[in-house]
């Protein structure tokens, strides 16, 4: 339907993130940072712009912005400039936002992203430094807007990529990957529920081979779902436009989330002149040379060089190798649990059974109720026959609920799988005596009645026996 | 009460108990009641000002004193946060406002247990050189010409803390300087008004004007002070990233009157046929002064000094209309109620600030805006830049630059130019200082044939105010200024 609507057309999207610094203090100030606190609980004199009070950078968050830019394999600048953006709102103390304009901290980079056809590279124009403004609350009060100020002045990071994504998914993925190489480096907490991670969104269309069309900015987007749905969204209205030979205004936008819609919020004839100048109060920010390169030498291992190693490792496919990496936490799992066992099983119990097992209860992988050393263990018992991949998963949903080690719960239930060959032929035999008329059609040519022996065995043996052995004991003896 | 009544002075009757601190206040406040007519205070903390000076005297008893200067009086100007004591900027928009903070400089202060006697009044904002732009009316200059009962101006925008210093309404104050707010109310009053090298004193807590400009310093009635107090207020904090990390000097001990072998340059751009005969006079007769106190005097060129006021009213305008951004009636200070948020914000910052105060958010906003910047504020910039290096080329010649402070004496309150732009001229030999950001210093050097204070203008290079002060020193003790105003309003 999207597809049908778009073809024709090519899609141009260019996305802002404003990520916050994981910080336990602000950009400026001392104040904590903590989510969810009482109303004005965390903000300093600073904070609230009182008469007199001077801004002092907070050295931790620069080091954090440094840290992602070289994540995001972009240039470092050593001398960056604080600037203020003058506009008065009732949540914004100072009557400014400090930001960084003209001279940010971080300049050019790029990520690399999967798409349909293959490996993306994503332009990232520049990463800079700004405060947060405060909270206004319009629903305490029927005359009053209350102001809560706890936001005021903790430090964000605009990330803005060049325009170089052409559809919903390949957005989205671009916002997955900044996030996850943010996660790694624990510059960001990347959590989009609670506001740390936000994206707008430029999207424009034009005709192949036309010029570029104008563009429109949806703000505020704080969900991948929203990212796609609001771009979908945007693409058709503005196709629509111009094939009713009406013309796209550039405007800023806001996306309905319940409707799925997008409405205008203000037009480029009233945007803002923020009158940005240079912050006497702040001197140039200057890294030097030996600074950068201590941090240079702690980045940890990102996405994209694990992603390589797990393939080159573990032959991998690049699509589990992806979904692996796509999280840190996720990776650090995998490769608890994939130390000295079968990969290709393990990637099986991690990204199938065990996500499965999250997904169902609402998890993430930190919170989760099976260890990487259980489901280890799980494996293990799998690798050796003693129980089958059926039993796991009854083993793993009882795991999950009692918290049990793999042997343990197999010994319990007595679920360990029978794999002595005698046994197994006697209840085979049990089963092709009991159906003597079965086995005469089977004989003749029905061969789907294969299952059905496989089944009655199965049950004889409460499902306790290896079905490999009970497959080959059945084919032998039939074709006896 | 002697009229030389010194931070030095009173040290030793202190130290002798020749008078309490208590006893000393009380003096003062007395003086401040009865000089009233002057509208020196906007605060007056009698009672606070009684009790801290009660605690002073018993740590004098237990040998437990804060500095030589503990107990001893002063004024501070209305635009330094004090923690409990009502901080206006002497404008409307603040007329209520008590901080629960105080400002480093002025914590300095009490660190070394000066008395604070109140704070002083200054023009609104510290926006303007008369005084007159102050929510609760001018301040009244301590001096009178000979020849006419009218009152004049005190400068400003320290007005209220020059004046109080020459009145003996404290024995010291504090001021701030953005284009010669200490200096030039200093020249006016016949006092000593000292603004450090940007950086040297801290900024926090002090209300903003224009943030690379503003610099705290001393007004006081000699050199010998302005070095006591300026090592009392100065130094590095962690709380200013704009505050130098410069070691401060021990400047009053350290204070040498040695001139000799100094090379001191008069600017030929500072001379002028408007120059009043007197201050031209005085002037020379300085120059003459250390040439035979064994200084070289030496004529030098700081080309970009006209364009110094020009620059200085786009760039101080600009950082102000985002500085006063703040005073939106949403958290603290004036609120008039609106319609909605617009409204609100229109009607608190109109009914707020007064007339001059607006004009230069309105020139500050202007310059910003998109479309002018590059022709006003990067411009600007570029001078200032320029107006930096004629002094970087002018100290590879010569220790200190002597010029007037102002381009008159004290005129009268009714006469002050409508044209606020002629108003601007007042600070003309001031405001290069600020640009530069070097120190300067205005001292009395003689009385004009109105019998008012001419005021000179020494300069140093950055964090060279131990020169300066020597200098300063040095012409101090040869010409022993004693001038002072007699006190009309007493009777």
């Not at chain 2, 009698?46 to 200067?69: G, H, P, T, V, W």
């Not at chain 2, 704009?242 to 040695?258: A, I, W």
């Not at chain 2, 007037?404 to 001031?430: C, G």
Request: glycine residues 6%; negative net charge.
């Amino acid at each position: 339907m999207v597809a049908q609507m778009i073809e024709g057309w090519n899609l141009v999207i260019g996305i802002e993130i404003h990520a916050q610094v994981n910080s336990k203090s602000k950009l400026f100030s001392s104040s904590p940072t903590d989510f969810g606190s009482k109303p004005n609980s965390q903000v300093s004199l600073i904070d609230a712009a009182m008469p007199g009070m001077l801004p002092v950078i907070n050295k931790f968050c620069i080091e954090q912005a440094v840290k992602s830019g070289i994540g995001l394999n972009a240039k470092i600048n050593k001398k960056s400039i604080f600037d203020r953006k003058n506009y008065f709102y009732q949540d914004l103390p100072q009557g400014y936002q400090i930001s960084q304009y003209k001279d940010p901290i971080v300049g050019e980079g790029f990520v690399e992203i999967e798409t349909e056809n293959g490996q993306k590279k994503i332009g990232v124009e520049r990463l800079h430094l700004e405060q947060d403004a405060g909270k206004s609350l319009h629903d305490q009060d029927p005359n009053f807007t209350f102001v809560d100020l706890n936001r005021s002045g903790i430090a964000l990071m605009e990330i803005v990529s060049k325009p170089d994504m052409n559809s919903p998914e390949e957005a989205v993925e671009y916002v997955r990957k900044v996030r996850s190489i943010l996660r790694y480096l624990g510059t960001c907490d990347g959590n989009m529920e609670q506001g740390s991670l936000r994206a707008d969104v430029n999207v424009s269309v034009n005709k192949p081979g036309n010029e570029l069309g104008t563009r429109c900015e949806i703000k505020n987007l704080n969900s991948f779902k929203f990212i796609h749905a609001a771009i979908v969204y945007e693409a058709k209205r503005q196709i629509r436009l111009i094939e009713q030979g009406d013309s796209v205004n550039q405007e800023t936008r806001l996306f309905n989330t319940q409707s799925g819609e997008t409405r205008s919020m203000r037009s480029k004839e009233d945007a803002h002149d923020y009158r940005y100048f240079p912050d006497p109060d702040l001197l140039p920010l200057t890294l030097d040379d030996d600074w950068i390169k201590g941090l240079q030498d702690s980045i940890p291992e990102l996405p994209d060089q694990i992603k390589e190693r797990l393939i080159n490792e573990y032959s991998l496919s690049s699509y589990d190798a992806n979904i692996i990496v796509s999280d840190k936490a996720t990776s650090e799992y995998f490769e608890d649990v994939v130390k000295n066992r079968n990969p290709k099983l393990v990637t099986t119990w991690v990204t199938g059974e065990l996500f499965s097992i999250l997904n169902k209860k609402n998890l993430i992988i930190e919170d989760s109720p099976i260890t990487s050393k259980q489901l280890g263990e799980l494996v293990d018992n799998i690798e050796n026959g003693k129980i089958s991949n059926r039993q796991a998963k009854e083993v793993l949903e009882e795991m999950c609920e009692s918290g049990k080690g793999a042997l343990e719960i197999i010994d319990e239930k007595g679920l360990s799988q029978i794999s002595n060959e005698n046994e197994i032929e006697s209840l085979v035999d049990n089963v092709l005596n009991s159906n003597p008329e079965n086995v005469k059609k089977y004989k003749n040519g029905k061969d789907k009645l294969f299952g059905f022996f496989v089944g009655e065995a199965m049950k004889l043996s409460k499902g306790k026996a290896n079905p490999k052995i009970v497959n080959d004991l059945i084919k032998k003896k039939l074709s006896q | 009460m002697k009229d030389s009544c010194t931070l030095k002075s009173l040290a030793v009757l202190l130290e002798n108990n020749k008078i309490s601190s208590k006893e000393l206040t009380s003096e003062y406040l007395k003086n401040i009641e009865n000089g009233k007519e002057l509208n020196c205070y906007n605060t007056i903390s009698q009672e606070k000002a009684l009790i801290d000076a009660e605690k002073s005297d018993e740590r004098r008893k237990s040998q437990n004193l804060r500095s030589k200067y503990d107990g001893i009086p002063i004024g501070i100007k209305d635009l330094f946060c004090t923690k409990g004591v009502t901080t206006t900027a002497s404008s409307k928009i603040l007329s209520n406002f008590v901080p629960n903070y105080e400002s480093t400089v002025t914590q300095n202060c009490d660190d070394a247990g000066l008395i604070s006697l109140g704070k002083l009044n200054c023009d609104e904002f510290a926006m303007g050189s008369t005084n007159k732009t102050s929510f609760f009316g001018s301040v009244k200059n301590p001096w009178k010409s000979v020849n006419s009962d009218n009152e004049l101006v005190p400068g400003g925008s320290s007005g209220g803390s020059a004046a109080a210093v020459s009145s003996d309404l404290c024995v010291a104050s504090l001021g701030t300087d953005t284009g010669g707010s200490i200096r030039q109310p200093a020249s006016f009053t016949g006092t000593v008004g000292l603004k450090p090298s940007y950086g040297r004193v801290s900024r926090w807590g002090i209300v903003a004007f224009a943030s690379s400009l503003d610099q705290a310093g001393p007004i006081t009635k000699n050199v010998e002070d302005a070095a006591i107090l300026l090592d009392i207020i100065s130094g590095h904090d962690e709380k200013d990233s704009t505050s130098s990390v410069n070691p401060k000097e021990n400047y009053y001990e350290n204070l040498n009157s040695d001139i000799r072998g100094m090379k001191i340059g008069i600017p030929k751009e500072f001379r002028s046929d408007k120059l009043p005969a007197s201050t031209q006079k005085s002037w020379d007769e300085c120059a003459n002064l250390l040439k035979t106190n064994g200084a070289e005097i030496v004529d030098i060129s700081l080309p970009h000094t006209m364009s110094a006021l020009p620059a200085y009213y786009i760039i101080a305008p600009a950082e102000a209309s985002s500085n006063l951004a703040r005073y939106d009636g949403v958290r603290y200070g004036l609120r008039i109620k609106g319609n909605d948020l617009i409204d609100m914000y229109e009607k608190t910052r109109s009914e707020g600030f007064g007339d001059e105060v607006k004009r230069r958010i309105l020139i500050g906003t202007y310059v910003l805006s998109s479309g002018y910047y590059d022709a006003y504020y990067i411009k600007a910039q570029k001078i200032r830049s320029l107006i930096k290096s004629d002094y970087v080329e002018a100290f590879k010649k010569v220790d200190a630059i002597l010029t007037p402070s102002t381009p008159s004496t004290a005129f009268e309150i009714a006469n002050e130019p409508s044209d606020p732009v002629q108003n601007y001229l007042n600070d003309i030999f001031t405001v290069p200082v600020n640009l530069a950001g070097l120190p300067g210093i205005s001292i009395p050097f003689a009385n004009d044939e109105n019998n008012l204070p001419i005021g000179l203008q020494l300069i140093t290079n950055s964090f060279e105010e131990q020169k300066l002060l020597n200098v300063a020193r040095n012409i101090e003790e040869t010409i022993n200024y004693s001038e002072t105003p007699e006190k009309w309003w007493l009777k």
